[in-house]
């Protein structure tokens, strides 16, 4: 059973900032929640788990990217917060693209990010700006031309330069993003007790579907 008053709170808060931090008092309840905003097509732990490879499951920081295309939302439960440091990260796009010029936009719109994918097929290419929004990590980004190039090298400064959000993920605290709109990153911490639980959640109706 869905908290009424929390969900109205969350969808509220996503569309107002994109993204929406809130206190819950089970995995449960982050679950329910997630629910309401979509399918829910991947559930990850985020821990640190040195036999395996990349960034994602150590105590490094990570920069500024958002997440699969697919997915709308990104979702964290804290099941054990990190003793220090490990805060997320969060920078709206549309503080740094919206005054972009046109043809500025439609270099965006003409450089490609790869989209890790398993099996033989090594990868996949979306769009870094489309209609859904943003989808940008700069270790995946794919051969920009030069025209495109100046465009993503403006962004990467913006990037550089923006002064994004800081939050502190308590035991039980659960933090939700439009991953289509604010990029996530989070700060290096210290000791492996750190442990989230990530979802993605994509919408009913998707172009990718
Ligand atoms: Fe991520």
Redesign the pocket.
Known sequence: MVNRALLRELKLSLYAKGYCHLELGSIEEYEALSAQLGIVFAKTNIEVDTSKGGA?LTSKG?SL???HPIAKY?AWFCECPSMDGGESLLMDSHELIDNFTASEKDALRSIFVRIPAGGEKKYELAPMLSQFGLYYADWLIHRPQQKSGDALNIFIKRLEQSKPAEIKLKKNDALFIDNKRVL??RKAFYGNTRRLVRYWIKTRIHIND
């Open positions: 994602l990570m990217h958002t997440d990104v996530h990153g």
